[in-house]
């Protein structure tokens, strides 16, 4: 039995959000939903969440889960949104401890925040199943972009977050806190042993040399295709890449507000006496140094 997926683009962030549904019974996943959000006024919408909710509807889908691949850096999740419209339990990987406690650490957050994982529904770890009616979802802990990275598998659907990329984007990068090249690696290669016909389901696309945005591919085209990691690819030639990469790429633009939100399950921190929820910035902290 083979899913039936449902992509949806978010241009601003180059996101995709998917619904994965079992066709007999009508249980629905939906991995990674984006909160709009514009940095210059500090608002937040739901009008990407909206439709992917009127898809549910429309489908008579039933939505058993909300699932992270990993806590972005570049989107603010729409979780909690979707979990109070249409139900389901909020997941992420267990290495989301690791990641909070990280941040809790950068933010200055006080003892509101518990780095305990409580905020989400389940934690989960590498090789536990995620049932979906007549499906059954396996969890591949794939570390390396982030420490709580994860990559969900559906009959032969993989959904990889920002493990790789489409094979003319490469692999995502690994200077994030928790962050490391050669586990990267590692996770990769465990996936490159699925079968070639598995079909790759990616978080981001960045519409490499101004294609239209694409969101699938194959572990057989990945293994022969990817610009950064092949089968065939050395270890220490894909950290060398990654670590001269990584030393050039700027701090995401949403990443103060993407992190705060998304290590507390995409809630907004905690209103203040006056009722407004409030993100902290913390001043010469991330990123290198101006020059
Ligand atoms: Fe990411």
């Not at 992509?7 to 984006?34: L, M, N, Q």
């Not at 989400?120 to 059954?136: C, P, S």
Request: glycine share 10%; with cysteine; hydrophobic share 35%.
């Amino acid at each position: 039995m083979q899913p039936n997926v449902t992509p949806f683009f978010h241009s601003a962030t180059g996101t995709w959000t998917y619904v994965v549904s079992d066709p007999t019974t009508r249980e629905a996943a939906v991995i990674d939903p984006v909160l709009d959000y514009d940095w210059r006024s500090g608002r937040t919408g739901t009008a990407s969440a909206d439709a992917v909710l009127a898809h549910l509807a429309a489908g008579g889908l039933r939505v058993r889960w909300i699932l992270e691949t990993h806590a972005h850096a570049d989107h603010l999740s729409c979780a909690p949104h979707l979990q109070a419209k249409a139900g389901g339990q909020i997941a992420i990987g267990q290495g989301i401890r690791q990641v909070q406690a990280t941040f809790k650490r950068i933010f200055g957050l006080g003892d509101e925040f518990e780095p305990d994982g409580r905020q989400f529904d389940r934690l989960l770890a590498d090789g536990d199943t995620i049932d979906l009616g007549e499906l059954q979802g396996r969890v591949i802990a794939t570390p390396g972009h982030t420490s709580d990275s994860v990559s969900y598998l559906f009959g032969d659907a993989l959904f990889v977050g920002d493990t790789i990329f489409m094979p003319d984007g490469g692999s995502a990068r690994c200077d994030f806190p928790g962050g490391d090249a050669g586990v990267l690696y590692h996770s990769v290669q465990r996936l490159y042993a699925l079968p070639p016909a598995t079909r790759v389901f990616v978080c981001h696309d960045y519409s490499p040399g101004g294609r239209p945005p694409r969101c699938e591919t194959t572990i057989g085209e990945q293994r022969t295709a990817n610009i950064h990691v092949k089968a065939d690819t050395h270890e220490g030639d894909f950290v060398a890449m990654r670590h001269a990469r990584d030393a050039t790429l700027d701090v995401p633009n949403l990443i103060i507000p993407s992190v705060q939100v998304n290590i507390r399950a995409g809630h907004l921190p905690p209103a203040g006496s006056d009722g407004v929820s409030y993100l902290k910035v913390p001043l010469n902290v991330l990123g290198r140094p101006l020059s």
